[in-house]
């Protein structure tokens, strides 16, 4: 921490940094967990210059409508920086490194680089070349000794990847360029306090662990309504769909936490292999229903003959012997009456069953943000996902896509409950 820090923004005129990053760094400044000297550099195609960055976030900010504190807004806005680039060109990534270097140069000191993609996964391979060709994944040394204490890292948002196939060609090649300490998989799912407590309640207490079985438990829900629609992000949603948009990686995960064994110790290694374990024994069962919310395909950049989906309810087992028969139902969708995140756990023989409430408003999310980016400063990989995990979560997802992709769409209207359609 007494180290000077950069955080380069890839895509910061996107929905991510202006809906939920600028405010978390803010948050995290104002509340002390930046060192002193820290730069966040944004880097977009739109030229502008740092002035009209820092309005750009300030606006970020401000539109949160929650009080701010102005001195420290003030004192947070003059360490915004800007460059222009083009995401695509090597040149972009050559000024980028001009620039890193003579920030550097007046500091006097390396500074250790985080490098955050906020942007589509169709940029990822191009990014992950440059910085690896321009070799800005090599952390600096202005003397002697340097090399051994910056760092330099790379923080890669969801989805990673499209299927597969997609996934594992990334993969492949994030890991010749990088090592595994550097690059840091978000789902900020995880980064939840309620998502957190999950192992905390099951593992802290010795009265539910003995009941955590196929014996007693009947069936588990995992549930993820929204009441947002797709807003300005059609085109990225229409690409990806309610599956792989919060499947493949939030509730994936809430299932992994929900169902894994007690991790031998409470440590990164441990806790990813006990996650791990439960996704590479995930199978898909059934689909019950694939939807789509009226009035989708009028979006803002959605196809007009769009075969998205916006809601599934769908059938998944877990194939190890604590599991065995037990019915895993992952349910989601977007335009619905409630925004509602929870994980239902039913009882065999008993009318009762436990609920787990996760909450999704936007308070939680920034705290989520700000712990995504603390722990990404402190190089804790606890609460990102494992490549491991990443593959396995694909695995079962191109799966289902295969087998699903020709059951009709079941049209609902907004604001219709979860249990109507
Ligand atoms: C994101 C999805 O990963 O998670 C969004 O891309 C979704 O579509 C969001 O709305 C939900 O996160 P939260 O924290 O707002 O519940």
Excluded at 21 to 28: G, N, P, Q, V, Y
Excluded at 265 to 282: D, F, G, S, V
Excluded at 288 to 311: A, P
Excluded at 333 to 348: R, S
Aim: hydrophobic letters at 40%; one cysteine or more.
């Amino acid at each position: 921490m007494h180290r000077p820090l950069t955080i380069v923004v890839f895509g910061t005129t996107g929905d991510l940094y202006q809906n939920k990053l600028a405010t978390a760094l803010f948050d995290l400044f104002s509340s002390g967990f930046l060192p002193a000297k820290f730069t966040i550099l944004g880097f977009a195609r739109k030229p502008l210059a740092d002035l009209e960055f820092r309005k750009f976030s300030e606006a970020a900010i401000k539109k949160r409508g929650k009080k701010i504190n102005k001195t420290k807004l003030v004192a947070f806005l003059k360490h915004l920086e800007y460059i222009q680039g083009d995401l695509n060109s090597i040149e972009s990534f050559k000024n980028l490194r001009l620039k890193l270097a003579s920030n550097d140069k007046k500091n006097g000191a390396c500074s250790n680089k985080l490098f955050y993609l906020a942007v589509p996964p169709t940029f990822y391979r191009s990014i992950f070349q440059s910085i690896s060709k321009t070799g800005l994944s090599v952390p600096c040394a202005t003397k002697e000794g340097d090399k051994k204490c910056t760092w330099t890292r790379i923080l890669v948002e969801k989805p990673f990847g499209q299927d597969i196939k997609e996934a594992e060609n990334l993969d492949k090649m994030l890991g010749k360029l990088f090592d595994e300490s550097q690059i840091f998989r978000i789902d900020h799912y995880l980064a939840k306090e309620a998502v957190q407590n999950i192992l905390n309640f099951r593992f802290n207490n010795g009265i539910f662990e003995p009941l955590w079985n196929n014996k007693k438990i009947e069936k588990v829900r995992i549930v993820f309504h929204e009441n947002n629609n797709v807003s300005n992000r059609g085109a990225f949603y229409d690409d990806l769909g309610a599956l792989r948009d919060v499947g493949q990686n939030h509730m994936l995960q809430l299932l992994a936490l929900i169902a894994m064994d007690n991790p031998a110790q409470m440590n990164k290694k441990e806790i990813h292999a006990a996650r791990q374990m439960i996704l590479e024994n995930t199978k898909f069962r059934n689909v019950l229903v694939r939807g789509q919310y009226e009035g989708y395909l009028n979006e803002k950049d959605v196809k007009g003959d769009s075969n998205t989906e916006t809601f599934f309810r769908l059938n998944v087992s877990i194939n190890i012997p604590r599991w065995k028969g037990v019915c895993f139902e992952l349910e989601s969708g977007k335009a619905l009456a409630n925004g509602e995140v929870f994980i239902e756990v039913y009882f065999k023989n008993i009318n009762a069953h436990l609920t787990f409430s996760i909450s999704s408003n936007e308070g939680v999310t920034y705290d989520a943000y700000e712990k995504v980016l603390y722990d990404a400063i402190l190089g804790d990989q606890t609460l990102f996902v494992s490549t491991k995990e990443i593959m396995s979560e694909w695995v079962l997802i191109t799966d289902i896509i295969k087998k699903w992709q020709k059951i009709p769409l079941v049209i609902y209207k907004k604001g219709s409950k979860g249990e109507d359609i």
